[in-house]
């Protein structure tokens, strides 16, 4: 059966570190794999988008990897901050297909000061 | 500019009662999406609408409906309501033509339906 799958436990880091989250995908064959960010009562914000044949994408302080042998993405934040404590949520867009994203459940992240 | 509008944001049903909720997707935006949030089941797509007509639907039984007016405006129905459908209700827009692959959705606040 298809699966996305984040880690369902929460994230506890110290406030200047790094901190990795990990999104990984079976029977799916995406195009296209995005992040977005939700805050408790918020809809999700979108934060990046990176193609089946792109290695890495970097906006300021996050970072995209995205490796279709292991069909798992890894989603970076170096220097955390306090306000970066939210859920982030992967989707994966097929291609050929509608384009609508499939989201896992999300990855609770909780940076302490 | 406008971000994507939900209302109502909190709303309480009781089993057997319908509901109606609406979205206002961003200006230019002819694509709305909507989902379903649960802590149990995630993000759960419902169904998409562009230019009026429902292009795309998820796995979700007839109670669930929806419709896409001329202004891209969108409302979806939930009829019979049961208790299992308490959740988050997310709308989200794109400016999204068929076989664009980016596809980044703007999504709204959500609203939070309670059946009891």
């Known amino acids: 059966s298809q699966k996305i799958e984040q880690n369902s436990e929460a994230l506890n880091i110290q406030e200047g570190k790094t901190a990795t989250l990990t999104c990984n995908y079976t029977?799916?064959?995406?195009?296209?794999l995005q992040w977005y960010r939700q805050d408790p009562g918020r809809g999700p914000v979108f934060l990046l988008l990176i193609r089946e044949n792109e290695k890495e994408k970097r906006k300021e302080r996050l970072k995209v990897t995205f490796d279709t042998t292991l069909k798992q993405s890894l989603f970076h934040i170096t220097a955390s901050q306090p306000a970066d404590s939210a859920t982030y949520l992967c989707a994966l867009l097929m291609a050929g297909g509608s384009y609508i994203p499939t989201f896992g459940r999300g990855t609770s992240l909780i940076v302490h000061p | 500019k406008a971000g994507v509008t939900q209302t109502p944001r909190y709303l309480i049903k009781t089993r057997g009662q319908q509901v109606t909720l609406s979205c206002s997707p961003i200006?230019?935006?002819?694509?709305v999406s909507w989902y379903q949030q649960t802590p149990g089941q995630g993000l759960q797509f419902l169904f998409e609408y562009f230019s009026e007509t429902q292009r795309n639907k998820g796995n979700f039984p007839g109670r669930f409906s929806g419709r896409q007016f001329s202004n891209s405006r969108s409302e979806m129905n939930v009829s019979t309501l049961e208790l299992g459908d308490s959740a988050l209700y997310l709308c989200?827009?794109?400016?999204?033509?068929?076989?664009?692959?980016?596809?980044?959705?703007?999504f709204g606040a959500g609203s939070r339906l309670t059946v009891l």
């Open positions: 200006s230019g935006h002819r694509s």
């Open positions: 989200a827009s794109s400016p999204a033509l068929q076989g664009s692959g980016a596809n980044v959705l703007t």
């Open positions: 029977n799916y064959s995406p195009a296209y």
